[in-house]
């Protein structure tokens, strides 16, 4: 099922058990994030929550509901994508790039469905009055606190938007990006938009910056689930979230023109936030902010958004999230993008298996991969060939096994890799960039890499023993017990 809207969604969350309604008063200060936390990192990612009765800062109650956790479950994401099983969107990735040139007519005929899915996703015009436009506050009226953004933490250095999607587009190729940023509240009119030197949206702005021109952004907070997803994706720069949005939802997302700029918006969000960047102005002061790696980033420089209109839809909620020691609801936008991407990612490394990237490893600091090894070096052959992609450039510790390992199972992947390694002979190291977040590195943004070779060693590789087994029952033992299983009265739910 394709949702068109935000509402759309929570309301099929709802009637599947999937969301808690909360009219108990709740501050933004703190106490949402507190309640979403201890629900995040209970089993499965607990609920979603739409909290009805939310306190501002000021000690005003806000005439918008907050909704938090919504991609929080590997149910809920797959949910918002319409889909069963997410490993069913990279299939469907997979076989487009099968295409081939038919010989014969009656191949040229059942190849017009594939072209026509590759064509149909272009995001549409919005025609007439768009629902994200129903109420409009601009110039003084434009107060972006009365906005229940949320403080997350006690060190945090104020309010933030924390699940926008940010839209610029690039003065000369005119690519639009849509990206995922947190955006700092410094009062009615001035946010501190924090995109990291390796983001898309970053080199929008230092292209504006170097023409000395004024650069318009938009913020929408809330549109379809699936464009809310794709603003998190990794995607090249020359790919737009738009469309990949369309792919998700096998249906075009329908796009309006901001008031103030010629930027598109999502014409059902909830709330657009449009402004500009003057780059001639110095850059403020953004952070302290409690971040995805469990640790808060700490205050730093970054461009300030001037805004000049808000807008937005007739009963329009906030939809937000927290980052923080994980397991968070980020590690269900990160899994989604894991099996989605899985089968670009094979395009250049045809070798790669599966990967996993475990929340514990904050995505870039842990990335399993399993590969089907034919050669000597091929699992080093890998782990370079990882860090030269895209974003995976970032990844700290990669660790490579044989095919037969489940990476998806962190504790068998470790079991594996600890018993497959000769530390000096496995390891090597790399200098490369880092995610601005890492405070380990020696620098910023710059630091060193290791990879593991974890698979089994070949005589090209120095080892010349023999390689054991793996310990395994043999099936037909296992057949004998499974059938008998029942008549042993073995609870194995029961701990003692």
């Not at 629900?39 to 938090?68: H, Q, Y």
């Not at 630091?447 to 590789?461: H, L, V, Y």
């Amino acid at each position: 099922m394709a949702y068109d809207k935000l509402s759309e969604f929570i309301e099929d969350l709802e009637a599947h058990g999937e969301l808690v309604r909360i009219s108990h008063p709740v501050s933004v200060d703190r106490e949402i994030t507190e309640i979403a936390d201890r629900c995040m990192k209970s089993p499965g990612g607990g609920p979603a929550l739409l909290f009805e009765n939310v306190t501002l800062l000021d000690g005003e109650r806000s005439e918008l509901p907050v909704a938090i956790n919504l991609f929080g479950s590997y149910r809920r994401m797959a949910m918002a994508l319409g889909v069963e099983d997410l490993d069913s969107i990279g299939r469907r990735i997979e076989d487009m790039f099968k295409i081939q040139v038919p010989e014969k007519l009656v191949d040229k005929i059942a190849m017009l469905p594939k072209l026509a899915e590759v064509t149909k996703y272009p995001p549409r015009a919005y025609r007439g009055s768009p629902p994200c436009q129903k109420i409009v506050q601009r110039d003084t009226e434009a107060d972006v606190t009365r906005i229940p953004h949320l403080k997350c933490w006690p060190q945090d250095g104020g309010s933030y938007i924390t699940l926008p999607l940010v839209i610029t587009r690039h003065p000369q190729t005119g690519i639009l990006n849509a990206g995922l940023y947190r955006i700092q509240i410094l009062d009615e009119r001035r946010l501190a938009m924090h995109w990291q030197r390796h983001k898309v949206g970053a080199h929008h702005w230092r292209a504006m910056a170097e023409r000395g021109e004024r650069m318009p952004v938009v913020i929408a907070l809330g549109a379809d689930p699936a464009t809310m997803y794709a603003a998190s994706a990794p995607l090249p720069p020359q790919v737009d979230e738009f469309v990949f949005a369309g792919f998700l939802r096998s249906s075009p997302v329908r796009l309006a023109r901001a008031l103030t700029s010629e930027l598109p918006v999502p014409a059902e969000a909830e709330i657009v936030i449009e402004g500009y960047i003057d780059p001639g102005e110095e850059l403020v002061l953004e952070g302290p902010f409690g971040d995805h790696t469990g640790f808060y980033s700490l205050a730093d420089y970054y461009p300030c958004v001037h805004v000049e209109a808000v807008t937005r839809r007739e009963n329009a909620l906030y939809p937000a999230t927290i980052v923080g020691r994980p397991p968070m609801e980020d590690y269900y936008l990160g899994h989604a993008t894991e099996r989605i991407f899985l089968p670009l990612l094979r395009m250049t490394l045809p070798e790669v298996v599966d990967y996993h990237m475990p929340p514990e490893g904050i995505f870039h600091n842990l990335v399993f991969v399993s590969i089907d090894k034919q050669f000597p070096g091929q699992a080093r052959k890998v782990i370079n060939g990882l860090w030269g992609q895209g974003l995976m450039s970032l990844a700290k510790v990669i660790i490579v096994v044989d095919k037969d390992t489940n990476v998806r199972d962190v504790r068998e992947t470790w079991w594996v890799a600890l018993n497959n390694i000769d530390p000096q002979r496995d390891i090597q190291f790399s200098m490369g960039p880092m995610d601005v977040l890492d405070h380990s590195s020696r620098g910023f943004t710059y630091g060193s890499k290791m990879g593991i070779d974890a698979t089994r060693k070949w005589p090209e590789e120095g080892f010349n023993r023999e390689w054991p087994d793996k310990i395994v029952m043999d099936d037909e033992t296992r057949r004998r017990i499974d059938e008998i299983w029942p008549q042993l009265s073995i609870d194995l739910t029961k701990s003692t």
